[in-house]
């Protein structure tokens, strides 16, 4: 009885899947056609879920020509810059509130706790003014500074620390060792999960990143993925075609896709934490 | 064992937290807090982008006067049941707090009064015989907005518990479909609306190709004033179903297994116990997902901005578009400043709900 509702329930939930599924499967297969096949149809075969005809040629004309490969380094290191600064600020806040003591401890903490609550939208202008001001606009750093300072990562931090064993740090103290190397070489290495938890949710925040790019970046030398596809779609199906279009998003995807699936549990775990948490 | 001698230059516990914390509190201060007083600053003026950027004295203290030109308009009146129904719930919701004052928990209650408060104060304003708004964009704008958050959330939210009651199951095949239902939670905003776009498409859509073989006259779903809102809510729903799903499933991991079992030694189908068990105890989750969601949802952008540019005849104009418009376009700093500000309260009220349920939660 129990295993034959267990069937049922699979090959119920299979079709809901199947249909979440369809969309990306589609830019996956349209990205492989030919783009004069797609001029006339998107559903040659199985309604376009299909890649036949079948070509390469949309990712080799993304390769040798257009601006997708300088984006998509753009966005390597953005996302990789970002993601360090955040891991330097966040794990050594975190770990000076979760284990020091000194004056005022509670007023910086809470503090740290009011800017979780000032959303990006909030301080884009007047960023916008700064960065044009210093003239900072059209470079790398200008798309990852700001970002940088997020306090959710402190805080995630914070609460991990509070989880380690005191004991530890004492032992330590008793060697004669200092505040600078307890960090440096007991907590860090302590907080590999952690830290690895917070690199992967900073990278894929980094990454999908939209509206800061959209303003502070107008040369497209200087586009991410995320923002050079959006150029793209303004002029969309008249320039390019649309199997290299597709062949664009899924290269934007790949990387994110690929870091998500082989540290599922990481982000999962890091999401419900950050939902819990606020 | 040795005793090191502690060297002169180690730091106290106090000057090594400053060191640790002097990073975070420097990118902190510059482009978050500094930028956040700045913004409210920017609010109080007349400030055209261009004018200043070439004579930083070209900007003019105005006080509230954006604020006012926001909100405000000529021959503005308010009256208690200009609009019965969501009054009528107001002040319904009002006599159900003052009822059950005792017994339900502080979190619903506070979100409850600002409900009503908003549905009783908001909805009694409205335009006397010769008056108009002075912004007439903003108000349909933040509707819009709303909107565009009471149609996404619930969605998500029935969609993803339901979801996650059918996937709570620690197999190999639950965690393929699983992954299948999150995969699009990590797409790019660009990448959805990419996909989503020629998905509606009446020329080359998916869907226009079904309707077509169903010989039905496919539909234009982003330049059509009914279905652009629709259209972008089903992208959105597609989209951040993951995250929902993901915190469902751990809250339901905390309840207790043999509930379940011993309902269904007394016979209890599968929907039964999902209303009789699931639903009442995954009520902290169920809150803190749609307070989530909402704050989530009120910062949309993107999707209004790529698929329809806020058309057709500004049906999904939302807030942050309205913000980078008002901006970028207009140049008017001062009023988009305000905007912000404006929305800055509006998420900060629910960011404040979040931080409460997500304590009351540990």
Redesign the interface.
């Known amino acids: 009885m129990r295993r034959s ?1 267990q069937f049922w ?2 090959i ?3 079709v ?2 199947f249909i ?5 499967l ?2 996956l297969s ?1 990205s492989f056609q030919p783009n004069d096949v ?1 001029a006339r149809t ?2 040659s075969t199985g ?2 879920l299909i890649p036949f005809p079948f070509t390469f040629e949309n990712y080799w004309a993304l390769i040798s020509y257009g601006k997708t490969p300088q984006w998509f380094l753009n966005s390597l290191l953005v996302a990789g810059g970002m993601t360090l ?1 955040v891991l ?3 794990t ?2 975190g ?3 979760a284990r ?4 005022y401890k509670r007023i ?1 903490i809470f503090v ?2 009011l ?16 960065f ?1 001001d210093f003239g900072w606009h059209n470079s790398l750093p200008s798309l990852i ?2 970002r ?4 959710i990562g ?1 805080f995630l931090m914070m609460q991990f620390f509070r989880g380690t064993p005191k004991e530890i740090i004492e032992a330590a103290k008793m ?2 060792a ?3 190397q307890v ?1 440096w070489h007991i907590m860090l290495p302590l907080s590999r999960p952690a830290i690895t938890t917070l690199a992967i949710l900073t990278f ?1 925040y980094a ?2 990143d ?2 800061w790019p959209l ?1 502070s970046a107008q040369r497209p030398e200087v586009f991410t ?3 050079g ?2 150029s ?3 002029n ?2 008249q320039s390019e075609g ?1 199997g290299r ?2 062949a664009s ?1 899924v290269t ?2 790949l990387p ?2 690929i ?3 082989i540290f ?1 549990r990481h ?2 775990q890091a ?2 934490l950050g ?4 | 064992m040795k ?5 002169p230059f ?2 106290s ?2 000057q ?6 002097l ?3 420097a ?2 201060f ?7 007083v ?2 409210l600053w ?1 609010s109080l003026h007349d400030w055209n ?1 261009l004018k ?2 070439f004579n930083p004295s070209a900007k003019e203290f105005v006080g509230l006067e954006n604020y006012r030109r926001l909100f405000w308009g000529r021959d503005v009146e308010w009256h208690p049941l200009h609009r019965p129904v969501p009054q009528g719930l107001g002040f319904l919701m009002l006599a159900l707090v003052g009822w059950g004052w005792l017994r339900w928990r502080r979190e619903v209650l506070f979100v409850a009064v600002v409900m009503a408060g908003i549905l009783i104060v908001g909805w009694g304003f409205h335009l006397g015989e010769d008056g108009r708004w002075f912004d007439r964009r903003f108000w349909p704008t933040v509707a819009r907005t709303v909107t565009f958050v009471a149609l996404t959330v619930p969605s998500i939210v029935i969609i993803s518990l339901l ?1 996650a009651a ?2 709570n199951q620690r197999t190999r ?1 639950m965690a393929v ?1 699983r ?6 939670q ?6 959805v ?7 509606f498409s009446p020329r ?3 869907i226009a ?2 309707f077509e ?1 169903l010989s039905l006259e496919p539909l234009t779903w982003l330049t059509n004033e009914h279905l652009a809102m629709p259209a972008l809510v089903i992208t959105t729903v ?1 989209w951040s179903i993951g ?1 929902a799903v ?2 469902f499933l ?1 809250g339901l991991q905390d309840i207790n297994p043999e509930i379940y079992e011993a309902s269904e030694m007394d016979g209890a189908t ?1 929907v039964q116990s999902f209303f009789l068990i699931t639903i009442p105890n995954i009520g902290t989750t169920l809150l ?2 749609s307070v ?1 969601q909402i ?1 989530l949802h009120f ?1 949309v ?2 999707q209004s901005h ?1 698929m329809t540019g806020g058309g057709p005849n500004d049906e999904t104009q939302v807030l ?1 578009r309205y ?2 418009q008002t ?2 376009r207009d140049s008017e ?1 001062g009023r ?2 305000a905007m ?2 404006t ?2 309260v509006i ?2 009220l629910f ?2 709900l ?2 409460l349920l ?1 304590r009351g ?2």
């Open positions: 509702n329930l699979i119920l939930l299979s809901p899947a979440w599924s369809i969309p990306t589609w830019m349209l797609l998107t559903s309604l376009g600064g330097v600020v966040s050594t806040a770990f000076a509130l020091l003591k000194f004056p910086v740290c706790l800017g979780l609550m000032i959303p990006e939208q909030a301080v884009f202008l007047p960023l916008y003014i700064m044009a500074l700001p940088i300072a997020v306090p402190v060697e004669g200092g505040w600078l960090f894929l990454w999908n939209y509206l303003v993925v995320t923002l596809l959006a793209l779609q303004s969309f199906a649309l279009i597709m998003g934007a995807s994110i896709v870091l998500f699936l599922q982000v999962v999401l419900s939902g819990s948490k606020g | 005793e090191r001698r502690s060297s180690m730091l516990e106090t090594a937290a400053l060191v640790l914390l990073p975070f509190f990118v902190y510059c482009f978050l807090v500094y930028p956040f700045q913004g920017i982008l200043v950027a979801l059918a996937l095949t479909l992954t299948l239902f999150f995969v699009s990590v797409l790019s905003v660009t990448v609306t990419l996909i989503w776009q020629i998905m080359q859509g998916l190709n079904v073989g597609w995250i993901m915190l751990a599968a803190l997902v989530l704050v910062q952008f993107g790529l942050v913000i980078y901006a970028f700093m988009a400043s912000a500000m929305l800055f998420i900060g960011s404040v979040q931080f997500g939660r540990q």
